[in-house]
DNA sequence: GATGTCATGTAATAAGTTACATGATTTG
DNA sequence: CAAATCATGTAACTTATTACATGACATC
């Protein structure tokens, strides 16, 4: 049930699904992500509810617009969640699954081969997080700590993913120096 | 889709639903889970299809047990899908959301009040799987060079876990000391 | 004229959670 | 004798993904 509670975040201003969708792709990515399909019938879901309520607009381009707006219930809703304590789900880490299992195909260039690209996903995004922050801090004097308050929860949150991000490379890199050493030390496989 | 993957790699020995189970609170629990109630129809599905097969066992205690084994499908699948590359879902981490939006409370006393909460729980999943890591170096020599191939890869997620959480607890200390400095700094609120 | 962005949605399917139902054996 | 563990499952519901459908306007 948390996306409920991310949109009614999000609408801090109001904004139409395509709109919030865009902020799954930008700000948030490394955090939320939706797809539209669920976006819209969530949305409605909570007009229903009372969270929000809607206007047609027209757009500048394209069809007409519905924007979606916190209502006094939506506002009350959304100081309930955030007061309720952090929200922790158990993790589910797919390729960790898979390095788990990794040894049965006894094959140690594939395991290699599977964490040179998780390093390389995960560099990537860890630096494009980066770029972020160093634009942020360009246009902002007496950065981080002149922040507003709004914007210094929101720049809490890029680090948390350039923190994880980072440990995620090292990660890699350590496993990768490991396997190295045991390929070099116990002779594997290839001897012909 | 990686629950059966999951699932068909826990099943290295033939296995009930209920140990499965078990093996997603201990080992495996810093990146997966799932319920019996999911666990039990997916090795249904997963029989249909072919990639496994099971008999029925009795138990010391309590009743018979529904043992599940790969069949020669089950081990092609599981092959496949551990050569097709790294699964990387985007992630879904509520809590940053909540972070995220909490500006809106206007209560750094809330912020810190999550924050501490948050390293509490961090600390307690990563000292848990550095207790694990100890033991396992206690028993084993030469650690971790000296591991076996397939307790090589076991091990690699668990360090990953390790660093994950170690980042996560110290952007929680950066952070609540940013915070800190923020109060001290621009007297916020509660002035009389 | 093709491709991309803007913008909304529905339908079908898959995945995951919560609640319900059962019953034996073990441990305190 | 109460509570926990062993062990399996079904049913109802919620959440998320994939596929389908539409159509205007903008850019190359």
New binding site residues.
Partial sequence: ????HILLGMLREPA????LK?EFEGTGAHFW??????I??T??RMEERGWLDSRTEP?????????YRRTEAGERELARWLRAGPEL??P?LAYLGQLFHMGELEDLDATEAFLRELRGAFEARRSALESVEWAWSESCPDFPDGLSDEDFHAHATLRAGLRVLGARVAWCDETLERLDRRRRTHDHGDER
């Fill in positions: 049930m948390s996306l409920d139409a699904g395509y709109d865009k992500s939706a797809h539209l399909s669920q819209y019938p949305l409605g757009s500048d381009r394209g069809p007409d617009r519905r924007v789900d158990p589910r």
